[in-house]
């Protein structure tokens, strides 16, 4: 499968976050498409089990053609909400479950198939081959056209890979969290040809004021001069430049930074400078 080189996170569209209308959902994923940002990323906890269904509703009254664009969602915790019965968070995968689970997402997004269905996050309890039994209804059926996992640690990998093949696992990594760069999961999926995605890309840069995040803005204040662009955009370009072909997930519901965050794609950063951000992240330098 191919997905856009930047992903549509939808975690803040519905109750989550910005409460979007129907219009409003409708004229974003119009912006995303028409900045090449054409696949939406979706778990079926986001606004409580409601946002697929917000989504839903607006693909549904909106022009755009199912085969232009890539739905992404994911399935297996059991959140606490008032649209559940649950009494604790935990994690489901058992082969009714996981089926269960894509269906109702279906209905609510309301289309035929999911591009890409993850495991939201590892479970202590999960069954490599029970999943891997479900996966296989579900790609026979149509319903999924490939499989991944999310957070995801390099044993948990090969112990779901033994059974299904494994095409993405999304994880945390930014210039702020990229402990996968040095852990040996962003080779292993290398090695094995699972795409990574990343949420949380631009980390904790714009979240928290720190010496860490300080030492950062001091280099990007310089960087952008010297590439003529934004900071957002250099933090993508940073994760962009990885070897490992790593798939940002943005969360924003900011046109102007949809608009933004897709020219990442073209900077192409000098391999010092990749460096310097690295050593400004980690506050000293490379081994």
Same mark, same amino acid.
């Given at each position: @499968?191919?997905? +856009? /080189?930047?992903?549509?996170?939808?975690?803040? %569209?519905?109750? %989550?976050?910005?409460?979007?209308?129907?219009?409003? @959902?409708?004229?974003?994923?119009?912006?995303? *498409?028409?900045?090449?940002?054409?696949?939406?990323?979706?778990?079926? *906890?986001? &606004?409580?089990?409601?946002? !697929?269904? #917000?989504?839903?509703?607006?693909?549904n009254?909106?022009?755009?053609?199912?085969?232009? *664009?890539?739905?992404?969602?994911?399935?297996?915790?059991?959140?606490?909400?008032?649209?559940?019965?649950?009494?604790v =968070?935990h994690?489901?995968?058992?082969k009714?479950?996981?089926?269960?689970?894509?269906?109702?997402?279906?209905?609510?997004?309301?289309?035929?198939?999911?591009?890409?269905?993850?495991?939201?996050?590892?479970?202590?309890?999960?069954?490599?081959?029970?999943?891997?039994?479900?996966?296989?209804?579900?790609?026979? $059926?149509? /319903?999924?056209?490939?499989?991944?996992?999310?957070?995801?640690?390099? +044993?948990? @990998?090969?112990?779901? $890979? =033994?059974?299904?093949?494994?095409?993405?696992?999304?994880?945390?990594?930014?210039?702020?969290?990229?402990?996968?760069?040095?852990?040996?999961?962003?080779?292993? @999926?290398?090695?094995? #040809? *699972?795409?990574?995605?990343?949420?949380?890309?631009?980390?904790?840069?714009?979240?928290?004021?720190? !010496?860490?995040?300080?030492r950062?803005? #001091?280099?990007?204040?310089?960087?952008?001069?010297?590439?003529?662009?934004?900071?957002?955009?250099?933090?993508?370009? %940073?994760?962009?430049?990885?070897?490992?072909n790593?798939?940002?997930?943005?969360?924003?519901?900011?046109? !102007?930074?949809?608009?933004?965050?897709?020219?990442?794609?073209?900077?192409?950063?000098?391999?010092?400078?990749?460096? /310097?951000?690295?050593?400004?992240?980690? &506050?000293?330098?490379?081994?």
């Open positions: @499968m191919t997905y +856009s /080189k930047i992903i549509a996170g939808t975690m803040t %569209w519905g109750s %989550w976050g910005k409460q979007l209308s129907k219009k409003e @959902m409708i004229a974003l994923m119009h912006h995303c *498409i028409d900045n090449n940002i054409t696949s939406f990323d979706h778990a079926d *906890i986001y &606004g409580g089990y409601t946002t !697929e269904t #917000d989504f839903g509703h607006a693909l009254e909106s022009d755009l053609k199912r085969d232009r *664009i890539q739905i992404i969602s994911k399935c297996g915790i059991q959140y606490l909400s008032e649209n559940r019965t649950n009494t =968070k994690y489901n995968y058992s009714d479950y996981i089926i269960w689970s894509v269906e109702e997402s279906l209905k609510k997004l309301q289309t035929d198939y999911l591009d890409l269905l993850l495991l939201h996050r590892p479970s202590p309890l999960m069954n490599p081959e029970e999943i891997a039994e479900a996966i296989s209804i579900l790609k026979s $059926s149509g /319903k999924i056209r490939d499989f991944g996992v999310s957070n995801f640690t390099i +044993s948990q @990998m090969e112990l779901i $890979s =033994k059974y299904q093949k494994i095409a993405v696992n999304q994880i945390e990594f930014s210039l702020t969290a990229h402990q996968a760069m040095h852990d040996g999961t962003l080779d292993y @999926m290398m090695t094995n #040809d *699972i795409t990574p995605m990343a949420w949380s890309p631009l980390g904790s840069v714009f979240k928290e004021e720190t !010496e860490q995040t300080n950062i803005h #001091d280099l990007l204040n310089t960087l952008t001069e010297t590439y003529n662009t934004t900071k957002d955009q250099l933090l993508l370009a %940073w994760i962009l430049k990885h070897p490992s790593i798939q940002p997930v943005v969360g924003t519901t900011n046109t !102007e930074r949809l608009s933004s965050a897709i020219k990442a794609v073209d900077i192409d950063l000098e391999l010092e400078d990749w460096f /310097k951000l690295l050593v400004a992240s980690q &506050g000293h330098k490379v081994p």
